[in-house]
T-cell receptor, first 118, second 110 residues
Framework: KAGVTQTPRYLIKTRGQQVTLSCSPISGHRSVSWYQQTPGQGLQFLFEYFSETQRNKGNFPGRFSGRQFSNSRSEMNVSTLELGDSALYLC?????????????????FGPGTRLTVL | GQNIDQPTEMTATEGAIVQINCTYQTSGFNGLFWYQQHAGEAPTFLSYNVLDGLEEKGRFSSFLSRSKGYSYLLLKELQMKDSASYLCAVFSGNTGKLIFGQGTTLQVKP
């Protein structure tokens, strides 16, 4: 079974630009979560999508958005990039997801997209 | 609020045993996870504890005390490849979110 894939792996942008990152979950997984990882803040939860609906959201500004398609693939978009957005963006898929108080299923992480904002 | 604390760095010797501690405060606790992350790679799942006690899996064991808001990851017979960052994460059933600690960077020396 193929793992979680993310594209692109590396990206360099300048302030003010926007970026779209893509995540393909493990086949059969319907939940995709996105995280931002920086040396200072660690892994921080951005949002979770399940069956094309955003089911949970972290404490990030509205510049960060996402969506999920019917095949469970997900994209996240960051508009008006700032220097502080430089980070490793990780997505993780699971079969049932994390929300609604349901039993938790293990999350499988992709390799991440390293975004550098100049 | 939710808070997870773990040491920033630890050093241990090959063949030894090391214990990485994690303390947490969260509402609606519904499980604690340990992940391993090598530099430049994705986190990989190590263990999951939802009930008090010790879970053993090969050289790795994880312990949980819900009343104390405390967990530890025990690594035995350390190998050089165990040099990595170890992330403690808590799932809150109230918020439906998996909250990660900052991670503990473990360096294994010969």
């Amino acid at each position: 079974k193929a793992g979680v894939t993310q594209t692109p792996r590396y990206l360099i942008k300048t302030r003010g630009q926007q970026v779209t990152l893509s995540c393909s979950p493990i086949s059969g997984h319907r939940s995709v979560s996105w995280y931002q990882q920086t040396p200072g803040q660690g892994l921080q939860f951005l949002f979770e999508y399940f069956s094309e609906t955003q089911r949970n959201k972290g404490n990030f500004p509205g510049r960060f958005s996402g969506r999920q398609f019917s095949n469970s693939r997900s994209e996240m978009n960051v508009s008006t990039l700032e220097l502080g957005d430089s980070a490793l963006y990780l997505c993780a898929s699971s079969s049932a997801g994390t929300s609604g108080g349901s039993s938790y299923n293990e999350q499988f992480f992709g390799p991440g997209t390293r975004l550098t904002v100049l | 609020g939710q808070n997870i604390d773990q040491p920033t760095e630890m050093t241990a010797t090959e063949g030894a045993i090391v214990q990485i501690n994690c303390t947490y405060q969260t509402s609606g606790f519904n499980g604690l996870f340990w992940y391993q992350q090598h530099a430049g790679e994705a986190p990989t799942f190590l263990s999951y504890n939802v009930l008090d006690g010790l879970e053993e899996k090969g050289r790795f064991s994880s312990f949980l005390s819900r009343s104390k808001g405390y967990s530890y990851l025990l690594l035995k017979e350390l190998q050089m490849k165990d040099s990595a960052s170890y992330l403690c994460a808590v799932f809150s059933g109230n918020t439906g979110k998996l909250i990660f600690g900052q991670g503990t960077t473990l360096q294994v020396k010969p």
